[in-house]
């Protein structure tokens, strides 16, 4: 008795910060991105310098908000739907946003002062100059005013939050930004994988129905081997008996050593009829006659094993056993076109005549072509078909169309 064990590969464990390359990678890309129309604007003024090193200070606090919002998103939404992830990515932009503006308020005496001018003329006729926190006028025949704007730390306590509260509004978009990019991704990520696990689901359970399907073909031909062994037992035919027992084990070592999930070559499946037929000839020596026509280019095609068993079974129970003359069975494979087959199961008189064989192989125990066009169903869908009936000089014939894969199809792990 072959077992055949299937192992199915273990969920992959999403932990809380499992997603952290991601995160980094998109909030070093968004400040990247800043910085770039930093450097594009610094350099268009008389001093880029002074400019660069004051955002680079915005840039670093900038970083580390837009982490918090990420740890805050992975902390309090790990197993939560994106809308629950969307409420608390904007709660914690909201939250940072205000940290940043109060921030800036309160570094404004770090920053350096930059030494670039803004000169324009007045509708007035003054020449005004914009440097620093210092806008100076320049009167003609007069002294030039000059005037200074006052710190924050010079304001009231509500001025400075207003100003803050500004800042805080232009920043809140910038974080907002961020966090639905990072959603975005989360959300695809996620869709993927659902479509991942569906796939998964899917190709695991049409495998079970091959795999049932396959199953119920070794009851079936070993019910019916059996009878025709005890039917020559029973008529004394000892010899042949023992021939059949003999074809019968090479039969059965060779078909259950099969992984019922794998697929075959064309060539290894006909070979195993040839086992069959040959433990059939045991029984019908002289109405039993067999042609089959491979062409070489089809030989190496991949199929479910022991497709065609039902229906070589079938063929012989309604032909040769019910018919007093020579039956042939014929199998037969040929292009249909570059991507498709048509295999050819066959049953008629030997020599003709009007004596007509039973078409009624759809009778029996009902697993004959039925399991054939389901295991047909359950590997290549609407790509495959098969159809039967009786043919016009008497037997009857199942044609299969098949598409021609010749590459191994990778099993389960």
């Known amino acids: 008795m072959t077992v055949t064990m299937f192992m199915t590969r273990p969920p992959v464990v999403q932990t809380r910060f499992s997603d952290w390359p991601l995160a980094v990678k998109s909030i070093l890309g968004f400040w990247f991105f800043y910085s770039l129309t930093v450097v594009a604007r610094a350099f268009l003024g008389s001093d880029p310098w002074t400019t660069l090193r004051n955002r680079l200070v915005i840039i670093g606090l900038g970083i580390i908000l837009t982490g918090l919002v990420y740890l805050a998103i992975a902390a309090f939404g790990a197993q939560a739907n994106i809308r629950r992830k969307a409420v608390i990515a904007g709660l914690a932009s909201a939250a940072v946003s205000l940290v940043m503006g109060g921030t800036l308020i309160l570094l404004e005496d770090v920053m350096h002062e930059s030494k670039e001018e803004f000169r324009f003329q007045a509708r007035e006729g003054f020449t005004v100059v914009e440097k620093g926190n210092k806008i100076k006028i320049e009167r003609t025949a007069q002294e030039p005013l000059v005037l200074t704007f006052p710190k924050a730390a010079d304001l009231d306590a509500m001025k400075r939050l207003r100003y803050a509260l500004d800042a805080s509004v232009i920043w809140l978009f910038f974080f907002l930004a961020w ?53 020559l037992v029973m008529t004394g035919r000892t010899d042949r008996a023992e021939t059949m027992l003999l074809a019968l084990s090479t039969f059965f070592r060779t078909s259950l050593s099969l992984d019922p999930g794998a697929d075959v070559t064309l060539a290894e499946e006909i070979d195993l009829q040839r086992l069959y037929l040959d433990i059939e000839k045991a029984r019908f020596p002289d109405r039993l006659g067999v042609e089959i026509d491979v062409p070489r280019e089809l030989e190496q095609a991949r199929m479910p094993a022991l497709l065609l068993q039902p229906i070589v079974e079938n063929a012989i129970k309604y032909g040769v056993s019910k018919s007093r003359k020579t039956v042939v069975i014929r199998i037969e494979a040929r292009h249909l076109d570059n991507h498709r087959m048509v295999l050819e199961i066959s049953n008629r008189l030997k020599h003709g005549g009007g004596d007509e064989l039973p078409a009624a192989t759809h009778e029996g125990t009902g697993l004959g072509l039925a399991n054939v066009c389901q295991r047909l169903e359950a590997r290549w869908g609407s790509h495959a078909s098969c159809r039967f009936g009786p043919m016009a000089g008497g037997g009857y014939k199942v044609s299969l169309t098949v598409p021609v894969e010749t590459n191994v199809r990778e099993q389960a792990a």
């Open 179 to 231: 966090s639905a990019f990072y959603l975005a991704n989360q959300a695809h990520r996620e869709a993927l994988g659902a479509q991942r696990r569906l796939a998964h689901a899917e190709s695991a359970a049409q495998a079970a129905q091959v795999r049932a399907l396959r199953y119920q073909v070794n009851p079936h031909f070993l019910f019916n081997t059996l009878n025709s062994l005890s039917s």
